[in-house]
RNA sequence: UCAGAAGAUUGGACGGCCGCUUGCGCUCUAUAUUUAUAUGGGGUGUGAGAGGAAAGUCCGGGCUUCAUGGAAAGACGGUGCCGGGCAACCCCCGGGCGGCGCGAGUCGAUGGACAGUGCAACAGAAAGUAUACCGCCGAUGGCUGUUUCUCUCGAGAAAGCAGCACAGGUAAGGAUGAAAGGGUGCGGUAAGAGCGCACCGCGUCUUUGGUAACAAAGAUGGCACGGUAAACCCCGCCGGAAGCAAGACCAAAUAGGAACCGCAUAUGGGCAUUUUCCGGCUCGUGGUUCGGGUUGGUCGCUAGAGCAGCUCAGUAAUGAGCCGCGCAGAUGAAUGGUCGUCGCUUCUUCGGAAGUACAAAACCCGGCUUAUAGAUUUUCUGAUAUU
RNA sequence: UGGGGUAUAGCCAAGCGGUAAGGCACCGGGUUUUGAUCUCGGUAUCCCUGGUUCGAAUCCAGGUACCCCAG
């Protein structure tokens, strides 16, 4: 159990964030998507082989400030428990935040998002 | 006990696992060299890490830039009882006046309507220098008739009565309306009327109390002076504009342009907005076409009109003094994710179940406004019961 | 983050203190054998809550929703 934990910390930090809005408006124009109860993926594949990461929720999902962040910091811990050893490395994903994200429980939170990887084929192999 | 009024405080607790930002210490590593420091990246230990409204962005300041200092007027915008507080304020405290409430209290953009202009639909006689109309009266004058008297028997004169509604008097009444040019009562009159009187209201003057707003008392006038300024406006006071994505610095890259035309060439032009005056700075300027650039990082960035306690002054807002504290600084944006136990509230078939507010810093302060589950607490008012 | 704007019937909208115009759509009646056309009528919490005023869609204050601009 130990050891799990330690290879999730290392692969962490080969997770990088995407922060310019340019890339963001590429990777939905050009990406695939897929939408879930509790949220959508969208991907795109990039030169590196490495795995960037953007959170999107916008006002449309709910007015408060305070859901909202709560939303982001769930997704935030959802890719940080799935996507480094369920997720194919050289892509590009985008997590968006839906008004279920909120209420729904931890665990089918993480099923959602391996869900949408599995659907897109871009599930990778756990050892 | 019930029903209220005005405040004040608080805004769940503990633990396991996994994380984030940042200060400091230790340590590893890369680069630069003045071989011990600087900068960057990691590891580890330890400390700190959302609010009473952080919100709305409605006011007032600090700070920054607009090269730029002062004075006056105008425009535009804001503000408006009096006194005090504050760095300042559309803020706060106390008081006056008016409305509401049995009361504790509460609400009020609360200067000026003899500086001027405007507005009041419909209804109503009339909506503002009141009186045209209906109505009432017709005392007085006029006309007609009649009675009495005189008489030259034609008529005349005087007084009384009746009529007409001609001159005129009047504003009590006239269904309205938000509002009708003082109100109620008595007298008075031809009918009436502040025409007279009493009380109330209003204006003016004086005195007293109060720093003042204003209040009270007395005298006097005889009603003259209606409403609306969150209609224009007048008067007093205040205000340059834009905002930390302001702005400063570093690195990289690009450019320090070209052509044509017009104006001006220093007694001139420009320097944010309307004009003028004084002072200061700067030097070519305007248009069209072609060409080039529009990224990253650091600082600003948190010690400030700061917070807590005590004493003194003050009715209070607040001020002064003493003592203590060190308290978020992110930038696709941290301050958490998840699991469990316990509080609290409601329901309960007594096993439990459901709920646990509003709302998250973004340069920083002082206010206002709006949202807010519940819990604790102080003072006061009214009703009922008992003593 | 800062700056600015709009809200009137299902839709497009006029109105600037005094009865909420108009068009399209919808509903009902008439005309027609029936339908279209034509014709008559109906349909409004003026975004919400207070205030000023005799009276507010309009003036003032606070709130809500939506939209635009700078970067």
């Given at each position: 159990m130990l050891l799990i934990m330690q290879a999730t910390k290392d692969q962490q930090a080969s997770l990088t964030q995407i922060k310019k809005r340019s890339d963001f408006l590429k990777i939905q124009s050009k990406g695939r998507k897929w939408v879930s109860h509790g949220l959508i993926v969208q991907t795109a594949p990039n030169e590196d082989d490495i795995k960037r990461i953007g959170y999107t929720v916008s006002k449309r999902v709910d007015k408060s400030a305070v859901k909202r962040n709560r939303i982001k910091r769930r997704l935030r811990a959802v890719a940080a428990d799935?996507?480094?050893?369920g997720a194919m490395n050289g892509q590009d994903y985008i997590l968006v935040g839906r008004p279920a994200s909120a209420t729904r429980s931890y665990e089918t939170l993480c099923e959602d998002l391996r869900w949408c990887l599995r659907k897109m084929g871009l599930e990778a192999k756990t050892p």
């Open positions: 799935v996507l480094p050893t």
